[in-house]
């Protein structure tokens, strides 16, 4: 249905309300950078997709899994204590997606994406992942809807994040080490481009982000953009309003887009998405593509991207896996480029802090990743004065707590110095579930 | 204008080889493996043992379409410090000989170094075209525009997963010849091609492709006949990094590709 989108398009996105534009082009960013060997099966899913999003019994269903099985709607919890450390005056609301069934907002895309899957009468599904979570949720979902599961993961992450490798094992998936390149995320998704490629006839690419080739950018912000729908009913239910700002972290962006989606035709509403500042831009080692990043082809999709003068892909860095990922989702690309967002680093020692702050204030651990929109709000309150608000109300906040910390706790403790000896730390992992 | 070339150069090579009643021998190497003047060595000696059409590739930090060996290869060249602008002076070099030389490149690289500047710069070396593997005609305004102006061969990708419409559409796009994919996977030998290779090339035909190439998992000299019997060309590229790579000297890496080039054109020859 893309057939023949060249050149003009590319650069001549339609206009209409912000927040149901479709792909492949968001602006110049977007489209489909892949083998023509992938592009029936693009092609096929595209329409499964918008056939599903037009079936009243796909909705149901979904819905109904969210209901029982995620545990959706997820709370909006205001946390007062939080606030005093963001700025006097200023109410900060959390979007409760750590709470979710697997711990993430990553269930929703995987959900909706494995329904899909059991559409277009596919048994096999393969997915990337970096932290695990994706992957753990990936094979969540193929357990319950009975699908085989292959995670590729890279080999340096398999050995960062052995538990969520187990996790994933218990669940019935095969996990892969990959071995290849840097071994992190991104090699990861190369294999699972590759393994796609050979197996595309029964295989699905369960893809966990807002970016690769149309239609995922499109697709997984549609399966996502329940967050920021319950969060604005939720917050006007607290306080008969919009918020000031909405605030996520942003790796590959999904979390971001879920919660960015219902304010983008707000124009009241500041959008915020903080990426990883790692060691600071100038150190070079950060994951911060529109802080250090320039226009590029990467994994099927153009958007920003870590990349040296020859194109060659830069690595990437974070505390944070999650977020250590050398490109971003096309449509963030696309927000940044009109003004609509605004894209900040937030720092691995500043996300560290706002971890331990949101812990001993709130009793809410929190994903290192998540911890960098924790971060953001607090670098936000220092100019919070600035914003003129309606009636002259208090500012309010939203962030997205995209998830929590369970998985974080072994790095917590080392960066933290909370226990003595290392092989104590190491022991102690099994302790995290 | 210096430049009268109005066909396309690769186009004419398959024809000419057509004429003499054979398919043509299209060998891949990697820019920059083991270094810059070793692959270029090498490709010169891959054309002295009997490939027609050379094809160089660009490494890549992101190879999604190529398999372990052709990986390891790039890791090396990109490790060597091997630069987008070595591949001008290279494609010079092996172009010497006579032989096409089509720059093998993912997509970003040509992107980064501007397309229309890697056209211009391309074609003052002497170089045929692209082979672009992870970009389609769909995407690739720019790169039509370029090539049209500098006058460079366009080799996309069909795949047995292509729709008729799209078998069509590229063949359009398309100059020098269309790349059959023989297999649904990515670069590596295989014992078998697959055998959806031989309707791929006839659809190709059928949908307007003047020059049909088949690559993908081809290493054998049985294989470069069987395929031979039925496409303009035959194109191999893991068979010789793999040559390359378990070669102790220069000198015998040099003699390992002449050995695989001279099976495979023996194979060839015998196809018709």
Known sequence: MTTGRTGPQVTSSPGGPLATHAGPYFGDFGGRFVPEALIAALDELDTEFHKAAADPTFAAELARLHRTYTGRPSPLTEVKRFAEHVAPGVRVFLKREDLNHTGSHKINNVLGQALLVKRMGKTRVIAETGAGQHGVATATAAALLDLECVVYMGEEDTQRQALNVARMRLLGATVVPVTIGSRTLKDAINEALRDWVANVDTTHYLLGTVTGPHPFPEMVRDFHKIIGEEAKAQLAEETGALPDAVVACVGGGSNAMGIFNAFLDDPSVRLFGFEAGGEGIASGRHASRFSGGTPGVLQGTKSYLLQDEDGQTLPSHSVSAGLDYPSVGPEHAWLHDIGRAEYRPVTDAEAMEAFRVLCQTEGIIPAIESAHALAGAIQLGREVATWDTPDGREPVILVNLSGRGDKDVATAAAWFDLIEDKPVVQADEGEQL | ?272
């Open chain 2, 1 to 272: 204008m210096s430049d009268t070339r109005t066909a396309s150069r690769t186009g004419a090579a398959l024809d000419r080889l057509k004429g003499e009643g054979r398919a043509a021998l299209v060998g891949y190497l990697p820019l920059g493996f083991p270094d810059v003047a070793g692959s270029v060595r090498a490709a010169v000696a891959m054309v002295e043992a009997g490939v027609d059409v050379i094809e160089l590739g660009l490494p890549y930090s992101d190879p999604v379409m190529d398999g372990p060996v052709i990986q390891h290869a790039v890791d090396v060249a990109l490790a060597g410090g091997t630069r987008v602008r070595d591949a001008f002076g290279a494609v010079e070099q092996i172009a010497a000989t006579g032989a096409p030389v089509l720059v093998m490149t993912y997509w970003n690289p040509v992107l980064r170094y501007g397309v229309d500047a890697f056209a211009r710069d391309l074609a003052a070396a002497g170089g045929a075209g692209l082979i672009t593997p992870d970009l389609i005609p769909d995407e690739g305004q720019d790169w039509l525009d370029a090539s049209a102006a500098h006058d460079l061969d366009r080799v996309f990708l069909v795949a047995p997963s292509s729709t008729p419409e799209r078998l069509a559409m590229t063949a359009a796009a398309s100059r020098g010849f269309v790349y059959a994919a023989s297999t649904m996977g990515v670069t590596g030998e295989r014992t078998t091609v697959g055998a959806r290779a031989e309707q791929l090339v006839a659809d190709t035909r059928a949908a307007g492709a003047e020059h049909v190439c088949v690559g993908l998992g081809v290493s054998k000299p049985e294989q470069a006949r069987d395929i031979g019997r039925y496409a303009d060309g035959v194109i191999v590229g893991s068979a010789f990094v793999r040559a390359l790579a378990g070669a102790e000297t220069t000198a015998a890496g040099l003699d390992a590709v002449s050995a695989v080039a001279a099976g495979l054109a023996e194979g060839i020859r015998t196809a018709r």
